[in-house]
């Protein structure tokens, strides 16, 4: 029987490692239960253009916010059952391919059980600015605690040796032709390095704060408020009954996305064929809106829809507990100043089936197009993941296009090469002629400046290291 994987979403990008696969089952709104005319009066278009006009009525934004994440007991559960089953399958295998991929896996599932930062609360601080045209990211490179907003200034050079010697910067603008430029920082020994990269780098791998978001180009991970509003407009749509609505304050509206997914990659070949045109798979998400603060969203949820013969999938738990599904929850927003808005807090919370629950067989696609029903158990959280704004003040910075300072050592990944900036042949020349004139200051040791150079010289080379081995782990992971 196949098991009816149809019903089973991933977790987003930010959280893919994870591997926490998350069921979001939703049983279809009954209409006859609630409804109110007052919700009749919107359309999406006049949501999508409340919240944009919110986010743009802002003429720049500084902020400093921390991320914390924490894993659950329930995660971990289903990491050890996911190395068991994978052993077994490795002692049930003999190709030697199968085995290697196999044993790799098992290698990495390992290492998230026994890795520390999985263990406990982690929290990131970090600092952020735009203008809706760039921006620049701040993440120290010790934990030292909250950052100050007067860290958060324009990425020119006598700011990166001074204001961001400790910090590493990430800057987006158009000025640096649309590519990614990241400083690393002032080392102990003086050094200066920084990188240039055409796509958000791995070391950024979090999510940009909430109006973060500037347009598809600049490849930074969306927040989870921006996503909401960057689906295709015919994908939208007001709910207007049901008991979605229930007890809401008159001033909050509930807005829905969904997308139809393809269900073929989840049937067998027979299945395609005997039931492919009978059954509709749908995702999306489902918002509560105050519509007094900046249409911003209070509650975001996720959901799954299954369709069989153009009449909805029923949910049925076969065991104690709740069905609940994955949300975004407890968000705080703040008047920053007269009329704008601004989510300053909120927690994400994932879940997974309940691991503890023995003896649960899945529904088959045979039963479910046959009784139009699924039996699942109970979720527990799997993940909570928490963002909180210290400072955030409307204010842009006077510059974002990132100039590096001379003698940064620079790894170029759009073009595969490493440079240092400023005069270096000058120096070199200089050095030379003194060695020629038998000079006792001629020597390297007594050369701070070409110690400077070398030491940059060998960071390139350390991060054109760092970033070949990341790639090297993101194609084993992927196997």
Known sequence: MHAIALFISYCPAHSARTIALITTLSILAASSLYADDRFEEWTPEDVIAGFDGNRKSFEGLTLCWSTSREFKEAWFTMIERAIHQTEQELTNSSDGSIRNQLISRISSYKSMLESPKNRGVRTIYLGFST??????????????????????????????????SDIQVLAYSPGNDDLFRMWHGVDSYGGQTATILVNYPPVANISLPPFGYITPHNGGPAHEIDQFFLHNRDSYKIITNGPLLEGLSPDIIVMEYSEEKPVEAFLTAGQREEYGTRLQLFSGQTAYIDTT?????????????????????????????ELSRESMHDIEIKEVSEGKFYPISGTITYRINDPGIEGHVPTSIEELIR?????????????????????????????????????????????????????????????????????????????????VVAANLLAVLAIGFYYVSQVRKKKRNAK
């Open 371 to 451: 009784t139009k029903t699924i039996k699942t158990v109970a979720q527990v959280p799997s993940e909570v993941a928490k963002w909180s704004v210290s400072e955030v003040k409307e204010r842009a910075l006077e510059n974002y296009a990132m100039e590096f300072p001379d003698s940064t050592a620079v790894y170029d990944k759009t073009k595969a090469e490493s440079r240092v900036i400023g005069e270096i042949e000058d120096v070199v020349d200089d050095f030379a002629d003194k060695s020629k004139g038998n000079s006792s200051k001629a020597t390297l040791l007594n050369n701070p400046t070409l110690w």
């Open 293 to 321: 603060k900046g249409f911003l969203p209070i509650r975001i949820e996720r959901f799954s829809r299954n369709i069989v013969d153009g009449i909805p999938v029923v949910v049925e738990n076969s065991h104690d507990g």
């Open 131 to 164: 203008d809706w045209n760039g921006f620049v990211l701040c993440l120290p490179k010790q934990d030292t605690g909250p950052l100050s907003i007067s860290k958060i200034a324009s990425p020119v050079p006598g700011n990166l040796l001074t204001t961001h």
